[in-house]
């Protein structure tokens, strides 16, 4: 079965910590990773990952793939509370549908 | 500009009641797909769609309904509504190639 595990499930945090966001996955056809922002509507897009090693970044998050280890991790730096949120990994199963993880919810304290 | 469409954003059912959940995309996209999102349990694939005329259910299907007759359009059905369908739904494309899934703002339907 199509599995999708982030941890931890919740994070509270204080403004400028770094936190790390963990994404394990077993699929039959890996093809992309995804990270989405979710706030109070639909998820927004923060990266896309296919290649193992290669570091996306974007601004204070970046975020890395291991497909031999099948996990990825979303950094975030120098948190602000505009960070709170649901963050959710997903992986692309070829196409055939994407498979979602329940998500880490972050609450960053001023 | 408008990506994916869904509508209504809220709507509030009898049990018994039937109604179809709205979704169009004008991204020209192969892949469309429905999920429920319930507290604390991400999002749940229902049915996803690969192109015009092909439907295949995902991990929750049971209690909807889908078709593709047009590649822009993928409308979801509620057969007979009961309470455990209170949820928030959201309708989703991608192209064919590798990309990412691009969302609705999200239809809430309650079922008393």
């Known amino acids: 079965e199509d599995k999708v595990v982030q941890s931890p499930l919740s994070l509270v945090v204080h403004e400028g910590d770094t936190v790390t966001l963990n994404c394990s996955y077993e699929?039959?056809?890996?093809?992309?990773l995804l990270w989405y922002k979710q706030e109070k509507k639909a998820p927004t897009f923060l990266f896309m990952l296919t290649s193992s090693g290669i570091e996306k970044k974007s601004g204070r998050l970046s975020s890395i793939l291991d497909k031999k280890e099948l996990f990825s991790i979303l950094n975030i730096t120098a948190t602000q509370t505009g960070d709170s949120a649901v963050y959710l990994c997903?992986?692309?199963?070829?196409?055939?549908?994407?498979?979602f993880g329940p998500g880490t919810r972050l609450s960053v304290l001023p | 500009n408008a990506g994916v469409t869904q509508t209504p954003k809220f709507q509030v059912l009898k049990t018994g009641q039937s109604m179809t959940l709205q979704c169009a995309q004008d991204?020209?996209?192969?892949?469309m797909s429905w999920y429920r999102q319930d507290p604390g349990m991400g999002l749940r694939l229902i049915h996803y769609s690969v192109g015009a005329g092909i439907t295949d259910q995902g991990e929750v299907p049971n209690g909807y309904n889908v078709s593709r007759s047009t590649t822009e359009d993928f409308p979801l059905r509620l057969l007979s509504a009961a309470p455990s369908q209170t949820s928030v739904y959201f309708c989703?494309?991608?192209?064919?190639?590798?990309?990412?899934?691009?969302f609705g703002e999200g239809s809430r339907l309650t079922v008393l």
């Open positions: 699929v039959t056809n890996f093809r992309s």
């Open positions: 997903a992986v692309d199963n070829y196409g055939q549908n994407f498979v």
């Open positions: 991204m020209n996209h192969e892949y």
């Open positions: 989703a494309s991608s192209p064919v190639e590798a990309g990412e899934l691009f």
